[in-house]
């Protein structure tokens, strides 16, 4: 069964909730001209089903302590993508991941801590772990804008 796309209202939910994500739902409602109750319900709605998530954001470049990278893979066994990506995934210091085309496989965007020596550890040490990586290029990220990031999994008692 086709999964079922966004109606219109949840979209303006989405839109309001990428705009500011403390929004009251009393706000979004009157906005919308739907009541509270409906509001609420499309959230618990849109999170249930994976198409939401409501989170803090930060700009990495205000904290002087991390560094954020893009990190280019080439994978060996193209069969094993998916279990490479879930592996990649539950990394501590990943963000986000992706098979990509073009010139590398997979495509994952890391944020640590610990300096150039924690990247370095990562990219020599663990990544290659993961198995079937066959090279790895690294892009630390100088300076960008309208870059915000959840921290990851790794950054729970930061």
Not at 35 to 53: D, F, S, Y
Not at 76 to 90: F, H, P, R, V, W
Request: with cysteine; proline share 4%.
């Amino acid at each position: 069964m086709p999964e079922k796309a966004l109606d219109p209202l949840d979209k303006k939910i989405v839109c309001l909730l990428t705009e500011d994500g403390r929004i009251p739902v009393g706000d979004m409602a009157a906005r919308l001209g739907v009541t509270a109750p409906t509001v609420r319900a499309r959230i618990k709605n849109l999170e249930k089903a994976g198409k939401l998530k409501i989170t803090g954001l930060i700009d990495p470049l205000e904290h002087k302590d991390l560094i954020t990278a893009l990190i280019g893979l080439n994978i060996l066994s193209y069969g094993k993508l998916d279990e490479i990506l879930e592996k990649l995934a539950n990394l501590g210091y990943v963000t986000w991941v992706a098979v990509v085309t073009g010139r590398y496989d997979v495509i994952a965007e890391v944020v640590v801590n610990g300096g150039m020596a924690d990247l370095y550890r990562l990219t020599t040490d663990i990544i290659p772990q993961v198995g079937n990586v066959a090279k790895s290029e690294t892009f630390v990220i100088m300076k960008s804008k309208r870059k915000w990031v959840c921290l990851p999994e790794g950054f729970r008692d930061w």
